[in-house]
């Protein structure tokens, strides 16, 4: 079982994402007003909340959502699941379609950093089941399809 730190959203590509407390996952779209919904296979974006203490550690004070991750979940290492896993919380469930992503142009992180986590720890998930969530929620392994 994992638990949601953070949902961020953004309301523009391009731009940073910010902190809500709560959010409408839409079947079939993703979270209502961020800019990365839609009819696609990237409709959510789920970051393991453990990688971003990990990179913080190695001195990158960044907030989260500074990935473009829209779910920080705490308790699963998202890359190590295969494309195909499902997640619920509350009534809205999500299926893993994407591990990782390519980055073309490297991000402020990376040019900071020197490295970014999220093309190789970020996931992408479909909304199969809409619902609200809101930080605190329990985010749980659905076995069953």
């Excluded at 940073?16 to 296979?41: F, N, P, Q, R, S």
């Amino acid at each position: 079982m994992g638990k949601i730190i953070g949902i961020c959203i953004s309301e523009k590509r391009g731009t940073a994402k910010h902190e809500v407390e709560t959010a409408k996952l839409v079947e079939d779209w993703g979270i209502e007003g961020d800019a990365h919904a839609g009819h696609w296979h990237r409709q959510v974006s789920l970051l393991s909340y453990e990688k971003i203490e990990a990179f913080r550690a190695k001195g990158a004070d960044i907030p989260l959502g500074a990935f473009g991750e829209n779910l920080i979940v705490e308790g699963y290492d998202f890359r190590n699941l295969p494309v195909g896993t499902r997640f619920s919380c509350g009534d809205a469930l999500l299926e893993m379609t994407q591990i990782g992503k390519e980055c073309h142009s490297h991000c402020e992180i990376f040019k900071r950093m020197g490295e970014c986590i999220m093309p190789r720890e970020g996931v992408f998930a479909v909304v199969l089941r809409g619902g609200t969530i809101q930080k605190g929620d329990t985010i749980e392994l659905v076995t069953e399809k």
